[in-house]
């Protein structure tokens, strides 16, 4: 199930076409910042400077709370798709 990311307009995600919901506009920019990353990791630092050009309050702590809603989200669209694959028992022949 192909997972999709939509950076130009207002960011948005879609698993096998369907929109899910990444969270609201100031949550959204984490995915966009890491996605728009040259493949490097980002420090803390600079995730910050550039998703809000003022940060929020508590800026860090906001900071990764985002980000672990987003690892969440991930995780249960992982276990979907676990959950979605096909199921053989030990005595069926296919591998």
């Keep these: 199930m192909p997972v999709e990311f939509g950076l130009?307009?207002?960011?948005?995600?879609?698993?096998?076409g369907r929109p899910?919901?990444?969270?609201h506009a100031r949550q959204r920019r984490v995915p966009a910042v890491l996605l728009a990353g040259d493949g490097n990791n980002l420090t803390a630092e600079q995730i910050l400077d550039?998703?809000?050009?003022?940060?929020?309050g508590g800026?860090?702590?906001?900071?990764?709370?985002?980000i672990s809603r987003l690892r969440q989200?991930?995780?249960?669209?992982?276990?979907?798709?676990?959950?979605?694959?096909?199921?053989?028992t030990r005595d069926d022949p296919r591998p």
């Design 73 to 88: 989200l991930l995780a249960r669209l992982r276990q979907q798709r676990r959950d979605q694959r096909p199921q053989f």
């Design 50 to 56: 550039r998703a809000w050009s003022s940060p929020p």
């Design 8 to 16: 130009l307009g207002e960011v948005e995600m879609r698993v096998g």
């Design 59 to 66: 800026d860090r702590h906001t900071m990764y709370s985002y």
């Design 20 to 23: 899910v919901d990444v969270g």
